[in-house]
């Protein structure tokens, strides 16, 4: 007998929409996400940014759309556990499967739906003093909520959309925004930098690296930079590193999944080559189909995966359950 029914991997948008829809069809349903948070991209990538595309919303705070996917993925009790990164997945002999989490702890179910996204998110680094020490302290890899950066002095690395978003809207709530570029390119859109230079609270510093980062022992004061004038040391409360993210493909070194350039390959029924386990969202695509990567298109896969998910566990169950609108919760 399996601990669950379904492991469903990663709380991103689709994943969580999944977990919801597994509740919906009363199917027994863990979900295992490898950060402290729900969302994925949406909370790690562009919290403060607007969503319109989503049906029947016609604008949301994309950080307030997390939480309600969080709320609705759970409202049938289905658990999300967080830091519980799936290091591994083992087929067993009678087509079950065995999920590794964190390199140690083992789930069995029967059937698996991958929901990884881009895979993990690793934070590009500077490499430089005060770096981990300060991590969370004044050192950031995103912005995820404005207000906390009122009234400071801050420097985003990074002449990139990602570094002028953020100074865009950090520049009403900030003391000062100083964006540094390693050498002379920025690579923005020109909106946003004319919006960034209007603001008049934010400098561009361009051939200019930090070379330090200065503290109290509780949180950055300070950073040390080198641009063209040689070194100087700059007061700073944060320091927001807008250089990307190393994105990890998920390798799961038990079982080989079929693939399409980057995504994992799967049918209509979003099910992979190995019988049990789905992909869906950002990670899966229909064999050589264009992919649109977007927050309704996952759910709608989330929705067809757990649908054949149920046909899959339960044999004399219905592919398709019904409407909502149907029950009286
Ligand atoms: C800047 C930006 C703006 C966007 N704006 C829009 C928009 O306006 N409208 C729109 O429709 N789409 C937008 N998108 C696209 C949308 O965010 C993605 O299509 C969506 O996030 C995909 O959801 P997902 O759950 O498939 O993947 P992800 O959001 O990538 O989530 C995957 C989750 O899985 C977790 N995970 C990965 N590997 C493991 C593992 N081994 N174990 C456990 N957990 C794991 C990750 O930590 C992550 O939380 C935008 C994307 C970006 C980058």
């Known amino acids: 007998m399996s601990d669950f029914e379904l492991v469903i991997i990663g709380a991103g948008p689709t994943g969580l929409f999944a977990t919801f829809a597994a509740g919906l069809r009363e199917i027994k349903s863990l979900t295992l996400e490898e950060l402290d948070f729900p969302g994925g991209q949406i909370t790690e990538l562009y919290p403060e940014k607007m969503v319109y595309d989503m049906p029947g919303i016609p604008r949301i705070l994309a950080k307030d759309l997390a939480q309600k996917m969080y709320e609705q993925a759970t409202m049938f009790g289905n658990e999300v556990r967080f830091n519980s990164k799936v290091t591994d997945i083992k ?47 004044g050192v950031f890899h995103s912005v995820k909520v404005i207000d906390e950066f009122k009234g400071q002095d801050i420097i985003i690395v990074g002449a990139g959309d990602s570094g002028f978003d953020w100074a865009n809207e950090l520049a009403p709530v900030a003391n000062s925004i100083k964006i540094l570029q390693h050498n002379a390119v920025i690579k923005a859109e020109e909106r946003s930098i004319k919006e960034a230079l209007d603001s008049h609270r934010v400098e561009i510093k361009l051939e200019t690296n930090i070379t330090k980062i200065i503290g109290d022992g509780q949180k950055v004061t300070a950073v040390e930079i080198e641009g063209k004038n ?34 994992i390959k799967v049918n209509h029924a979003y099910e992979t080559n190995i019988k049990g386990i789905y992909a869906a969202g950002d990670i899966a695509n229909v064999a050589d189909e264009p992919k649109f990567n977007l927050l309704a298109v996952g759910s709608a896969e989330a929705y067809t995966a757990i649908n054949n998910v149920k046909k899959y566990v339960h044999p004399t169950s219905s592919l398709f359950g019904g409407h909502s609108s149907s029950l009286n919760l």
């Open 91 to 137: 087929q067993l002999n009678d087509g079950t499967f065995s999920v590794e989490i964190n390199g140690s702890q083992n789930i069995t179910c029967q059937a698996v739906l991958i929901c990884s996204g881009v895979g993990s998110f690793i934070p590009n680094k500077l490499g430089v003093d005060g770096e981990d020490e300060y991590a969370g302290k």
């Open 230 to 263: 040689g070194k100087e040391t700059v007061k700073a409360d944060s320091i927001i590193l807008a250089i990307s993210y190393k994105i990890e493909p998920n390798n799961f070194k038990s079982i080989t999944l079929q693939t399409s350039g980057r995504y």
